[in-house]
C-alpha cells in the first residue's frame, strides 16, 4: 500500500500543472494572459467591423473601455466568467450570431482559449492598448547618394 501512495504522490507532484481546456484549447493555469495577447486576437477578426466611429452592433472593440461597455444590450463580457460572457459565446457559437460571421476567417482553438483564460482570469488590462486595425506607416526614405547609384 505504501508503494501506491508513494506512485500516487509522484504522479500528483508531477501533474501539478492545471490546464484549462477550454473550446479546444489548452492554456495552463499558471500562465496569465495579457489583455494585450486578446487585443491582437480581437484585432484580427473583430476590429474590422467593430471599430471606428461606427461600429457594427453598435458594439466597438476598439479599446479596452469600449469592450468592457459592451453594447445597448448591456456587458459583453462578465469578469471571472467565462460562460457568462457574451462575446466568447458568440465566438463559440453558443449565442447567436456566431462570430466572427461564417464566411470570415476564424479563429483558432488556442485563440478562443486564450480569451476565455484572460475572462476567467478577471479580464484585466490597460486601456493603452487598442484593438483597431493597425496603421502602417512607411519609413522616411531619402535618396541614395551619387556613389551609390549603378
Given at each position: 500500500?505504501?508503494q501506491?501512495?508513494?506512485i500516487?504522490e509522484?504522479?500528483a507532484?508531477?501533474?501539478s ?6 473550446a479546444?484549447?489548452?492554456i495552463?493555469?499558471?500562465?496569465k ?6 487585443s491582437?486576437?480581437?484585432s484580427?477578426y473583430?476590429?474590422?467591423c467593430?471599430?471606428?466611429a ?5 458594439f466597438?472593440?476598439?479599446?479596452l ?5 459592451g453594447?445597448p444590450d448591456g456587458a459583453v463580457i462578465?469578469?471571472?466568467?467565462p460562460?457568462?460572457?457574451k462575446?466568447?459565446?458568440?465566438m463559440?457559437g453558443?449565442?447567436?450570431?456566431a462570430m ?5 476567417p ?17 479580464a484585466?488590462?490597460?486601456d493603452s492598448?487598442?484593438?483597431a486595425?493597425p496603421?502602417?506607416?512607411?519609413p522616411a526614405?531619402?535618396p541614395?547618394s551619387p556613389?551609390h547609384?549603378?
Open positions: 500500500m505504501l501506491v501512495k508513494g500516487a509522484c504522479l507532484a508531477r501533474l500543472v492545471v490546464m484549462i481546456v477550454a479546444g484549447g489548452v495552463a493555469a499558471e500562465e494572459v495579457e489583455y494585450s495577447q486578446v491582437g486576437i480581437l484580427k473583430c476590429a474590422g467593430h471599430s471606428g461606427e461600429p457594427e452592433g453598435e466597438s472593440l476598439q479599446t473601455s469600449s469592450l468592457r461597455a453594447t462578465e469578469p471571472g466568467q460562460d457568462r460572457s462575446l466568447l459565446n458568440l463559440n453558443k449565442a447567436e450570431p466572427p460571421p461564417e464566411d470570415e476564424q479563429p483558432t482553438a488556442d485563440e478562443v482559449g486564450r480569451i476565455r483564460a484572460w475572462i476567467e482570469q478577471g484585466l488590462g490597460r492598448a487598442t484593438t486595425v496603421h502602417m506607416q512607411a526614405l531619402r541614395a556613389e547609384h549603378y
